[in-house]
């Protein structure tokens, strides 16, 4: 592409297809964002591919144009532009901004108007100019200097349009769309035309008259049929074609050279994406400038501006040692490491504040150091030692946790981690899906960091200093400070600790549970293989479908884009249907339970401590528990037996000692009991009645001794499903009743416990107020969903509404308790171990002698974590492994 090309664009027609081609989208504050996404992506690519030397995006501004002096009911039907739409009209604006892309608007003139008159100067000043639009009028500027592209599929695929190909997909010319749209008319901007004459007929007469006005002054001469069509419309006709007519010299002041596109201003363009959430699109623009940066033939026309600092590289025993010494005077050091688990602190960056320095300094000293072979080199790591032990020295870190693996692997220790800038970034927006400091530093400083060297470390360092003073006075200003600096900090530690401690494994069971799992799947594919008929492979959805949809002829469910659809869900609804159906089910919950979890188990175990070290992760669930991986310990199966015995592969570390199970008994509906404030719930759990018989008994309408187990199954389901904003047709999937019963269920149970009615409409009416959802301990979700338009959408942030408060103060509740308990078992010296934690359950590796003192130690503080209305009750269990725990 020449660079004299002008690329012009249609800003309202490209956001509107933007907008109903993307589903919901929104930032974790709750701005929707999903036509700035669609009209961002789209002009980034064809920025990319045309490469333009001139660009501008025309408006629409205000409804009313010249066209409704002529016509009051122009565009009179058109639907007005919706909410969530018209409010991203701005954030578009600020992209182009950042974009260094002029905007054009002027009032009583559309986008297209604006557009032909660019268009007309291109011309006469010889530049060949390229529209995008989704709008097929201006495919009348098409010339031999013009081409259209038009949108399809939404905004993913455009068609481009030259003279030859208007002719030969509409048969007109460009400039005979005007006549065309005054015989046809044009239904969506309410433009009339003439009655009777469609777009055959239209194209016909234009092809023998040339054109609208022609045809008027030779109306005579027409045959009857068409005669009387239009003589009695021949000012409609002729006033509809003004409608359509583009203007070409709109009273604008244009200079060409004012739309020379010079490239983004980068700085920002990523800080705005960051604000935006817009991680795809940071990602590719960090790439675009990584890639511009190795090519030395061709400089971005507006280079980012990297963040640089200045930085002292130490080495000698005196230069370390005064360093130990002005960190203990500076109270407080901002530390960043580089290296890994394997080969532990390769590199590290620290900042601090000289003493006797002026508060308001602008800047901190950075230090960078290499430790290389610590054998060689042991001042480096001496240095280090003596810093991170220094229990008076405040240490702000980013990402705490991998910090502490990189010291156990040369055995330092760290005391007094004040501050982790990616635990209280993730407080403050937990829906965010990355909390790597590049992206902090974007988002809250609007700074890019280097990618890579000692400077990027030293960066590294002098952020995390900035970002711990400005996230601690965003936490003080949401009310998290108590969250923050009593649960989630100090889980850090308590999480690294339980990681490298790790659990043991009894590796030959393992072994010995995938024998006899490949053994009963082997004799369930031989069921599967006889009553289909044939051998084919179970676990392929085209060939099973086969099998059961052209074979055997059962009804089919629902289809894919390429074959018919087996999943679980089909399955069940199938599984009267035929017999193969129970044992294709059978087959895919063991195969899974093998492939996953047995033989997936047996892979990661470490071959040097012979433990599994999971990867426990606090920064990345919305509600605020905690999630695992490698393995995933939080989805061991427990339905299927099989998937039970699985715990029984978990051990104690050394002969001796047990396995100690902690258990909150149904902590979420004590946490109900508790935010509602329901006088009989509070009762039930007061006078420690079953919840489930009880409910059992309201709903039902019977004595509690005459509750069946029936009964008690289906009050619990509705129990859970209260919990989780279940509708009668969810309860009625899960129990197995009609939509009807379902919803009578309900019903019997907000009339006997109206107080969490009251709580349930309470909790969204504020939800919807304030944008966002609190916990027991003020912990924030933000819920967009709430204002999406799109029924389904916003009824699942209602049931997110109602869920979430419950579900995170029970997050909150436990990790409270698992500070709390480390912390004394450490001050206590004993050798118990708190090894894992899933859902509302702690687990202990204890030697047996300690059981009196450990299990008193861990019922009281999580009895205790926060006093409610109704008390918290723990249920603990002991064992040889952790299937084969009972009850003490």
Same mark, same amino acid.
């Given at each position: 592409?020449?660079?004299?090309?002008?690329?012009?664009?249609?800003?309202?027609?490209?956001?509107?297809?933007?907008?109903?081609?993307?589903?919901?989208? /929104?930032?974790?504050?709750?701005?929707?964002?999903?036509?700035? &996404?669609?009209? %961002?992506?789209?002009?980034?690519?064809?920025?990319?591919?045309?490469?333009?030397?001139?660009? /501008?995006?025309?408006?629409?501004?205000?409804?009313?144009?010249?066209?409704?002096?002529? &016509?009051?009911?122009?565009?009179?039907?058109?639907?007005?532009?919706?909410?969530?739409?018209?409010?991203?009209?701005?954030?578009?604006?600020?992209?182009?901004?950042?974009?260094?892309?002029?905007?054009?608007?002027?009032?009583?003139?559309?986008?297209?108007? *604006?557009?032909?008159?660019?268009?007309?100067?291109?011309?006469?000043?010889?530049?060949?100019?390229?529209?995008?639009?989704?709008?097929?009028?201006?495919?009348?500027?098409?010339?031999?200097?013009?081409?259209?592209?038009?949108?399809?599929?939404?905004?993913?695929?455009?068609?481009?349009?030259?003279?030859?190909?208007?002719?030969?997909?509409?048969?007109?010319?460009?400039?005979?769309?005007?006549?065309?749209?005054?015989?046809?008319?044009?239904?969506?901007?309410?433009?009339?035309?003439?009655?009777?004459?469609?777009?055959?007929?239209?194209?016909?007469?234009?092809?023998?008259?040339?054109?609208?006005?022609?045809?008027?002054?030779?109306?005579?001469?027409?045959?009857?049929?068409?005669?009387?069509? @239009?003589?009695?419309?021949?000012?409609?006709?002729?006033?509809?074609?003004?409608?359509?007519?583009?203007?070409?010299?709109?009273?604008?002041?244009?200079? *060409?050279?004012?739309?020379?596109?010079?490239?983004?201003?980068?700085?920002?363009?990523?800080?705005?994406?960051?604000?935006?959430?817009?991680?795809?699109?940071?990602?590719?623009?960090?790439?675009?400038?990584?890639?511009?940066?190795?090519?030395?033939?061709?400089?971005?026309?507006?280079?980012?501006?990297?963040?640089?600092?200045?930085?002292?590289?130490?080495?000698?025993?005196?230069?370390?040692?005064?360093?130990?010494?002005?960190?203990?005077?500076?109270?407080?050091?901002?530390?960043? +490491?580089?290296?890994? !688990?394997?080969?532990?602190?390769?590199?590290? /960056?620290?900042?601090?504040?000289?003493?006797?320095?002026?508060?308001?300094?602008?800047?901190?000293?950075?230090?960078?150091?290499?430790?290389?072979?610590?054998?060689?080199?042991?001042?480096?790591?001496?240095?280090?030692?003596?810093?991170?032990?220094?229990?008076?020295?405040?240490?702000?870190?980013?990402?705490?946790?991998?910090?502490?693996?990189?010291?156990?692997?040369?055995?330092?220790?760290?005391?007094?981690?004040?501050?982790?800038? #990616?635990?209280?970034?993730?407080? +403050?927006?937990?829906?965010?899906?990355?909390?790597?400091?590049?992206?902090?530093?974007?988002?809250?400083?609007?700074?890019?960091?280097?990618? !890579?060297?000692?400077?990027?470390?030293?960066?590294?360092?002098?952020? @995390?200093?900035?970002?711990?003073?400005?996230?601690?006075?965003?936490?003080?200003?949401?009310?998290?400070?108590?969250?923050?600096?009593?649960?989630? *900090?100090?889980?850090?530690?308590?999480?690294?600790?339980?990681?490298?401690?790790?659990?043991?494994?009894?590796?030959? &069971?393992?072994?010995?549970?995938? !024998?006899?799992?490949?053994?009963?799947?082997?004799?369930?594919?031989?069921? @599967?293989?006889?009553?289909?008929?044939?051998?084919?492979?179970?676990?392929?959805?085209?060939?099973?479908?086969?099998?059961?949809?052209?074979?055997?002829?059962?009804?089919?469910?629902?289809?894919?884009?390429?074959?018919?659809?087996?999943?679980?869900?089909?399955?069940?609804?199938?599984?009267?249907?035929?017999?193969? @159906?129970?044992?294709? +089910?059978?087959?895919?919950?063991? #195969?899974?339970?093998?492939?996953?979890?047995?033989?997936?188990?047996?892979?990661?175990?470490?071959?040097?401590?012979?433990?599994?070290?999971?990867?426990?992760?606090?920064?990345?669930?919305?509600?605020?528990?905690?999630?695992?991986?490698?393995?995933?310990?939080?989805?061991?199966?427990?339905?299927?037996?099989?998937?039970?015995?699985?715990?029984?592969?978990?051990?104690?570390?050394?002969?001796?000692?047990?396995?100690?199970?902690?258990?909150?008994?149904?902590?979420?509906?004590?946490?109900?009991?508790?935010?509602?404030?329901?006088?009989?719930?509070?009762?039930?759990?007061?006078?420690?009645?079953?919840?489930?018989?009880?409910?059992?008994?309201?709903?039902?309408?019977?004595?509690? %001794?005459?509750?069946?187990?029936?009964?008690?199954?289906?009050?619990?389901?509705?129990?859970?499903?209260?919990?989780?904003?279940?509708?009668?047709?969810?309860?009625?999937?899960?129990?197995?009743?009609?939509?009807?019963?379902?919803?009578?269920?309900?019903?019997?149970?907000?009339?006997?416990?109206?107080?969490?009615?009251?709580?349930?409409?309470?909790?969204?009416?504020?939800?919807?107020?304030?944008? &966002?959802?609190?916990?027991?301990?003020?912990?924030?979700?933000?819920?967009?969903?709430?204002?999406?338009?799109?029924?389904?959408?916003?009824?699942?942030?209602?049931?997110?509404?109602?869920?979430?408060?419950?579900?995170?103060?029970?997050?909150?509740?436990?990790?409270?308790?698992?500070?709390?308990?480390?912390?004394? *078992?450490?001050?206590?010296?004993?050798?118990?171990? #708190?090894?894992?934690?899933?859902?509302?359950?702690?687990?202990?590796?204890?030697?047996?002698?300690?059981?009196?003192?450990?299990?008193?130690?861990?019922?009281?503080?999580?009895?205790?974590?926060?006093?409610?209305?109704?008390? +918290?009750?723990?249920?603990?269990?002991?064992?040889?492994?952790?299937?084969?725990?009972?009850?003490?």
């Amino acid at each position: 592409m020449q660079e004299s090309t002008f690329l012009i664009l249609d800003g309202n027609s490209l956001a509107h297809r933007a907008f109903h081609a993307i589903p919901h989208l /929104a930032t974790s504050q709750g701005v929707t964002t999903n036509a700035v &996404y669609g009209f %961002t992506n789209m002009l980034l690519k064809i920025l990319k591919e045309l490469k333009p030397g001139l660009v /501008a995006v025309c408006f629409d501004k205000g409804k009313i144009t010249f066209r409704h002096d002529h &016509y009051e009911d122009y565009k009179a039907h058109r639907p007005g532009t919706p909410d969530e739409l018209r409010l991203q009209f701005p954030l578009i604006k600020e992209v182009l901004a950042a974009m260094n892309i002029p905007v054009l608007e002027c009032e009583g003139y559309e986008a297209d108007d *604006l557009i032909g008159t660019l268009v007309n100067r291109a011309e006469q000043a010889g530049i060949s100019s390229i529209i995008v639009t989704g709008d097929q009028d201006t495919l009348q500027l098409v010339s031999p200097l013009t081409r259209v592209f038009l949108t399809r599929k939404g905004i993913s695929e455009l068609e481009e349009y030259t003279e030859g190909r208007v002719w030969e997909r509409f048969g007109i010319t460009p400039a005979q769309f005007p006549d065309y749209k005054g015989l046809v008319g044009d239904p969506s901007d309410n433009i009339p035309g003439v009655p009777g004459i469609g777009p055959k007929t239209a194209r016909a007469l234009l092809k023998e008259y040339g054109c609208l006005e022609e045809l008027v002054s030779q109306v005579d001469t027409l045959s009857a049929r068409f005669r009387d069509k @239009i003589l009695p419309y021949q000012e409609q006709a002729l006033l509809s074609k003004r409608l359509a007519t583009i203007e070409r010299e709109v009273p604008l002041e244009i200079d *060409l050279d004012a739309f020379r596109w010079p490239g983004p201003d980068y700085n920002r363009l990523l800080a705005l994406f960051s604000r935006l959430e817009f991680k795809t699109l940071i990602r590719a623009i960090r790439q675009e400038l990584g890639q511009k940066e190795e090519d030395e033939g061709r400089q971005p026309a507006r280079e980012v501006e990297t963040y640089r600092v200045t930085f002292r590289h130490l080495a000698s025993q005196e230069e370390l040692s005064r360093l130990v010494e002005l960190c203990r005077r500076a109270g407080r050091v901002a530390i960043a +490491l580089s290296g890994s !688990r394997q080969e532990g602190i390769v590199a590290a /960056a620290l900042g601090l504040k000289a003493p006797g320095g002026s508060p308001e300094a602008p800047y901190l000293s950075i230090f960078y150091l290499e430790p290389g072979d610590p054998a060689s080199n042991p001042a480096v790591l001496d240095a280090l030692a003596g810093i991170f032990r220094d229990p008076d020295t405040e240490k702000l870190l980013h990402d705490g946790k991998s910090a502490l693996w990189l010291l156990q692997k040369h055995g330092l220790a760290l005391n007094n981690l004040a501050f982790d800038t #990616m635990v209280a970034a993730y407080l +403050l927006n937990p829906a965010s899906a990355n909390q790597e400091l590049a992206d902090l530093a974007l988002e809250h400083l609007k700074v890019v960091l280097p990618a !890579r060297g000692e400077e990027a470390l030293a960066a590294r360092a002098d952020v @995390i200093w900035r970002l711990s003073e400005l996230l601690a006075a965003k936490l003080r200003l949401a009310e998290m400070e108590r969250l923050y600096y009593e649960v989630e *900090l100090p889980l850090v530690a308590v999480l690294a600790d339980m990681e490298m401690t790790g659990v043991a494994v009894d590796k030959q &069971y393992l072994e010995e549970m995938s !024998r006899e799992l490949e053994i009963k799947l082997a004799a369930i594919a031989e069921q @599967i293989y006889r009553l289909a008929g044939e051998q084919f492979n179970i676990n392929s959805t085209r060939q099973l479908g086969y099998i059961l949809f052209e074979k055997l002829e059962l009804p089919v469910i629902k289809k894919t884009k390429t074959s018919y659809s087996t999943d679980a869900s089909v399955l069940e609804e199938l599984a009267g249907a035929h017999p193969i @159906i129970p044992l294709v +089910l059978e087959y895919r919950q063991l #195969m899974k339970l093998k492939s996953t979890y047995v033989d997936g188990l047996a892979a990661l175990i470490n071959p040097e401590t012979g433990r599994l070290h999971t990867t426990f992760h606090q920064t990345v669930t919305a509600t605020g528990r905690l999630s695992s991986s490698d393995p995933n310990l939080q989805n061991i199966p427990i339905r299927m037996e099989e998937g039970r015995k699985i715990r029984r592969v978990f051990i104690p570390r050394r002969e001796g000692n047990l396995i100690l199970s902690a258990d909150y008994s149904q902590i979420e509906l004590r946490i109900l009991a508790h935010m509602a404030g329901d006088p009989n719930l509070l009762e039930a759990f007061r006078q420690g009645q079953d919840i489930h018989t009880r409910t059992a008994a309201e709903v039902f309408g019977v004595a509690i %001794t005459e509750v069946t187990a029936d009964m008690r199954s289906r009050a619990k389901a509705v129990n859970f499903g209260i919990v989780y904003g279940i509708s009668d047709f969810g309860l009625a999937r899960d129990i197995n009743v009609s939509r009807q019963e379902a919803r009578q269920y309900i019903e019997n149970y907000f009339a006997r416990y109206a107080g969490v009615k009251a709580f349930i409409e309470r909790t969204i009416q504020q939800a919807r107020e304030k944008g &966002y959802v609190t916990t027991l301990l003020n912990r924030r979700r933000y819920l967009p969903d709430l204002f999406s338009s799109n029924r389904n959408v916003r009824m699942f942030g209602e049931r997110t509404a109602i869920n979430t408060p419950i579900q995170g103060s029970a997050a909150d509740i436990i990790k409270l308790a698992m500070v709390r308990i480390h912390r004394e *078992l450490k001050e206590r010296g004993l050798a118990t171990r #708190m090894i894992l934690q899933v859902h509302d359950e702690l687990i202990f590796d204890m030697p047996a002698g300690e059981l009196p003192e450990v299990s008193e130690l861990v019922r009281r503080h999580m009895e205790n974590a926060l006093v409610l209305d109704v008390p +918290l009750v723990v249920d603990m269990k002991l064992g040889p492994n952790w299937y084969e725990v009972k009850k003490i």
